[in-house]
């Protein structure tokens, strides 16, 4: 069963994304609808309040203009008009006897509130309540005013109205969100698989890659989103395990090769020894050869775990103050006889007294497989030439020769593990010394470049760091 068919729908980011994007709606929604119907129910009060206060005002003009009895009918009149249902005026004495009011059949189970009476004669301000009384589907809004020094008008009105458009309100907004919930959730579905379509592109490509296929790359769609920063990333990742593995093939390669001669020749000299009898001298003869090619071995295989370690970060070297200027000199004097056995000049060009922090040992064999190679490869009445400089950052060591020079092709390459250039630069090695080189430049917070026109000669540039720089 494949991994896509083992997740189950809920277990998706898509799935999620679209969860959270419902939720939050969902609450957003909410949260709107309760501030919006705070407003709501605050306005319509509000608005309630207003009329019974135009009331007493009316009233209480009445009152003034034409006498009680105009008010009495005055209330009669107005409570027949709006509808003995919902509203009822009620006259009362200052200590809270009814002397008058509407028709009050509808009313029964209104009391007056003795606690809103002692607060309108203390304050001389109209209270404002709301009640609820047993058979009567809505809320009450009652009201108590002083219309006269004597006389207190309690009026009551029922929020019917009120009532029936909050309830109309709430089933509209139901309705309203239930549609919209299910549009937000398909349009959070349609978006969360927009959104993780890369991610499923990186996957789909990772699943076929595990199946052996390493030339798949993620498409990058050029918006230049998380996605496609992903999908780059994963492809410069592929990149990267691609040229290692051809790497590790061709060392591989190589070791193979390489060891394969010295092994034959080992394998000769031991079947000679057992099968043929020989001179002494002839056997001390193999047995030196055999000596020679386990050397060979066993200096490809130390340098090889050189370079591994100190390619890998392991700290291998000793730090220590070195006069680099003595140090390439002796390097000089010891590959000047090689050279002028050759035929090669070799020069000089060093300043007084240049320091370094670092591994002598490893700087001299490192210096030693740049001249190695110089001459090597310079043929007679050539020179190579040895120069070392400073800036504030780096100690600069040039090995520049005459020879042979390297062609475009291969110079990309020549730092390479086993890698040998064509045959014109075949001679004898393993392909490891400028390997080595490059590995110990690094190892001092530096590093070796080379230049080189074909039949011209070549400069290795060597920047080391300066000295205190530690070792990596």
Known sequence: MSLRKRISLRHTLAFRLTLWYAGIFTLSSWVAFLLFYMLITSFMREQTDQELLGQVHRFSTLLTVEGVGAVKNAALVE???????????????????????????????????????RELLRNSQPVLETITIPDHPDKIRILYAMISPNIILQVGQTMESYSRFL??????????????????????????????????????????????????????????????????????MLDRIQTL????????????????????????????????????????TMAAGTIEECDRLLDMINTMLLISKTESGVNIFSAEE???????????????????????????????????SGDTRMIQRMLSNLLDNAIKY?????????????????????????????????????????????????????????????AIARAHGGDITATSL???????????????????
Not at 86 to 105: E, P, Y
Not at 326 to 349: H, R, Y
Request: glycine content about 8%.
């Open 167 to 236: 309830a109309a309100f709430k089933g509209i907004f139901i309705s309203t969100m239930t549609f919209l919930i299910l549009v937000a959730a398909g349009l959070g579905w349609f978006m969360a698989r927009r959104a993780v379509s890369g991610v499923e592109a990186v996957t789909h490509t990772a699943r076929k890659i595990s199946g052996g296929t390493l030339e798949e790359r993620v498409p990058v769609k050029g918006r230049g989103d998380e996605i496609d920063q992903l999908a780059l990333t994963f492809n410069q």
């Open 322 to 356: 070195i006069e680099l200027t003595a140090l390439v000199q002796e390097a000089c004097d010891l590959f000047s006889v090689i050279a002028e056995d050759k035929g090669v000049s070799l020069q000089c060009d060093l300043p007084e007294k240049i320091r370094l």
């Open 245 to 284: 593995l051809n790497e590790i093939k061709e060392m591989t390669d190589h070791i193979a090769h390489d060891l394969r001669s010295p092994l034959t020749r080992i394998r000769g000299h031991a079947e000679v020894t057992l099968t043929t009898a020989r001179s002494l001298n002839e056997y001390e």
């Open 79 to 117: 409570a027949q008009a709006a509808g003995v249902k919902k509203v009822f005026f009620r006259f009362l004495s200052r200590n809270g006897q009814v002397f008058s009011s509407s028709n009050m059949a509808y009313w029964k189970n209104i009391y007056i509130t003795e606690g809103a009476i």
């Open 378 to 438: 310079t043929p007679s009445g050539g020179t190579v030439s040895v120069s070392l400089g400073e800036t504030d950052e780096h100690r600069v060591i040039s090995v520049k020769d005459t020879g042979i020079g390297i062609s475009p092709r291969d110079l990309p390459r020549i730092f390479e593990r086993f890698y040998r250039c064509d045959q014109s630069r075949s001679q004898e090695g393993i392909g490891l010394g400028l390997s080595l080189a490059r």
């Open 454 to 472: 074909p039949n011209q000669g070549t400069t290795f540039t060597v920047t080391l760091s300066n000295p205190g720089s530690s070792l990596s």
